[in-house]
Each structure stands twice: as C-alpha cells, then as structure tokens.
C-alpha cells in the first residue's frame, strides 16, 4: 500500500538524519563481530547498535551465531532493536561497505545460500581477508572444532558450588565402598580432574583452530563461537577471537594503519578510539589522551 511505503520512507529518512548527526566515528579497514544472537533475549542490541553507528569499516564480517535460527525455533522472540540491527547492517552494505556473513551453529540455516547475495550481504562458509601488511586471516566461525570443546560448558558448571558437594558425596561414597570391601575412590578428584581439562579445553580450542589456519595457508585466524575474545600468538599464528555481543560487547577492529585490535564496548574509554582520525594527518600522541588512573 502506497501510505505505508510512504511511511516506511519518512521513518528511514529520520534515521538517516539522526546517523548523520556528526557523531564521532570510528573508520576502520575491517571489522568482525559474532555471536550477536539475535532472536535471544541475551542479545545486547542497543549496545550492538551504538556500536554499529559509530564505526564505518570498509568491511564488515559477521562471524556466525548472528540470527540464533535455534532459539527462534523454540520461542519466538523480536523485538523492534533487533530489527534496527539487521537494518543497520543491511544499510551499511547499501552504502558502499562489503558485507559478508559467514555462518556460525545457530544460524545454519544460512549454510543453504552460501556463494549467494542477499541484499549486498555475501554469504560464505569462510573466507581469507588480507590484512593491510599483507598478512592473509583465515575468517571461520569455529564450530567446526567443537569435537574439541564439547564437553567443555557443563563441566565448567561443575565449579564452585558442586565441587563442595562432591566432597560431602565423596564421603558417603566412600564409607559406603569401604563398608562393601572396595578400596577408595575419590570422586571428587576424578571431577576436578575434569573440570581442570574444561578449562584447558579453550585452550585446545585456540590451538586446534590456529593450526587448521596454517594448515591452509594463512597467517592467522578470526572466529568467534566460544564467546572469549582473544588476540595473541599461537605458535606463531594470530589467533583472533571477536568475543560476542551477549556478555562481553566486542568486535575485532583492523584500523586503517593496518593495526589489528579487539574494541571492548562495554568498557567507557571504548569512546577514545572514537577520536574522529583527520585524513592525512598523522594520529594524536598518546599524550594527547587522558592518563590513566591507576
Ligand atoms: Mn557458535
């Protein structure tokens, strides 16, 4: 109906205006964001939003576990921020910036249109991008090396308050082995064995996702998945984890010095990076920013 486009039009010409107000924005040559996990209630759109308005990247990648397709199934669940999200990005893709999603576990219902375009959003099941100093980055969401972490969420549950009650089971246990001849066993310490190798499992998830990265040919890897944003070296591949938009709030943010570095929204000096960068001017000193208190 022609009121309703009409509508639909004045609504986004609003929007516009208020993106282009001259808020300080961040340029970059790429960034990566993931598990965003639209469709949750877990979803930190409004920051995710923020986020987005402010930075204008050449490109952007979605790392997978955009759309949560899983828990959609169960609950329907989207409200109106997380409409602005799909909005924001798909207008960004309008406005000159390449756009390319590259599907994580919860969104796989987006492996079907792989090698397509929908609405300037390039859907792949991985990609390689160039880094400015010629580096090439292996971009993968990283599910793939779930073998390697499977176990790893509720053994880590085990923590803290079911570790003190194996002990008091451990005991009963015991007493009660002892009382049919069987030597003892301790289960508690067959549990924190285990909860120990849950947490080494992020680790073996870094190490397993940085060697397939060599494997193929690349100098380093960007994924996301196991929402713990990382930037180091691994055995002298770049291991790069984008981290999620459900607790943590961080990207991945190549500068346009070619700097590679994780941008932690929820933090307030986040608005630092936002100094508008002059065009061919050389960046401000870091004394030109406020100390840090300590
Ligand atoms: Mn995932």
Redesign the pocket.
Known sequence: MAPMRRDDHAVRAEHESRDNAGEATLRARAVWI??LHLGTPGCQAVALLDFLRRVDCATLYLV??IIDGWQLKRQWYWPQAHNDVIQKILRKARKGTRVVFVP???DEFARRYVEHNFGGVDVVDDCMHDLLDGRRLWVT???LFDGVVKHARWLAYLGDTLYDWTLEINRHFNSLRARLGLPYWSLSRYLKLRVKRAVSFISNFETAVAREARRRGADGVVC???HHAELRDIDGVLYANDGDWVESLTALVEHLDGRLEIVDWSLPDAALLLAPVPARQPEPTETALPAPVV
């Open positions: 993931s598990d997978g576990d994580g576990n919860h969401h990283g599910d996301g998945h196991i």
